[in-house]
């Protein structure tokens, strides 16, 4: 059975633009959460999409964003980027994203702000 | 709120010896806990979680932990460390809502000395 894949899994942008990342789940899993990694803020939840719809979301601004797909593929989209943003990427999948529901994790996409 | 505190952010031992990483939480009811592992440049993975079932909760690689309400505690125990258990450790709490919304600590990042 296939991991979560996190793609790209490194990425360098420019102050101002706007950045997508994919997250592909494990087959047959419904849910997918996304968090931020910093050293300064270790692991923040950032939103978590069930069947194609937003369900919860953590204390981020609106330039972050996020969708998912029928197949249950989600993106995130990060837009006019500074460089707080820098930070691992970090997509969990689960199969219905309940409180004891084991979540898996990809490996991450680190994104570099420059 | 939900919280979780890791106290300690660097903790070293030698191979062979006891492992213990600490972690407090704050919640107003019962919480899901869970205990989390990650290697460089790698996602995170699941270690063990407590879900109200037992107290004492067994997980993969040797390791356990056990919840204790009256310290508010869910400390990380193996009883010989190994090389391989050299990575950085996360206890976190589920959201009040059900959901598979994690808050995370800061972490621990566990050194063994050969």
């Known amino acids: 059975k296939a991991g979560v894949t996190q793609t790209p899994r490194y990425l360098i942008k420019t102050r101002g633009q706007q950045v997508t990342l994919s997250c592909s789940p494990i087959?047959?899993?419904?849910?997918v959460s996304w968090y931020q990694q910093t050293p300064g803020q270790g692991l923040q939840f950032l939103f978590e999409y069930f069947s194609e719809t937003q369900r919860n979301k953590g204390n981020f601004p609106g330039r972050f964003s996020g969708r998912q797909f029928s197949n249950s593929r989600s993106e995130m989209n990060v837009s006019t980027l500074e460089l707080g943003d820098s930070a691992l990427y970090l997509c969990?999948?689960?199969?219905?994203?309940?409180?004891?529901?084991?979540?898996?994790f990809g490996q991450g996409t680190r994104l570099t702000v420059v | 709120a939900q919280s979780v505190t890791q106290l300690g952010s660097h903790v070293s031992v030698s191979e062979g010896a006891l492992v213990l990483l600490r972690c407090n939480y704050s919640s107003s009811v019962p919480p899901y806990l869970f205990w989390y592992v990650q290697y460089p440049n790698q996602g995170l993975q699941l270690l063990l979680k407590?879900?109200?079932?037992?107290?004492l909760v067994k997980g993969i690689n040797g390791f356990e932990a056990e919840f204790k309400k009256s310290e508010t505690s869910f400390h990380l125990t193996k009883p010989s460390a190994h090389m391989s258990d050299a990575a950085e450790y996360f206890c976190?709490?589920?959201?009040?809502?059900?959901?598979?919304?994690?808050?995370f600590g800061t972490g621990t990042r566990l050194t063994v000395i050969p």
């Open positions: 087959s047959g899993h419904r849910s």
């Open positions: 969990a999948s689960s199969s219905d994203g309940g409180a004891v529901t084991e979540a898996f």
């Open positions: 407590y879900t109200s079932a037992a107290t």
């Open positions: 976190a709490v589920s959201d009040l809502t059900g959901a598979n919304n994690l808050f």
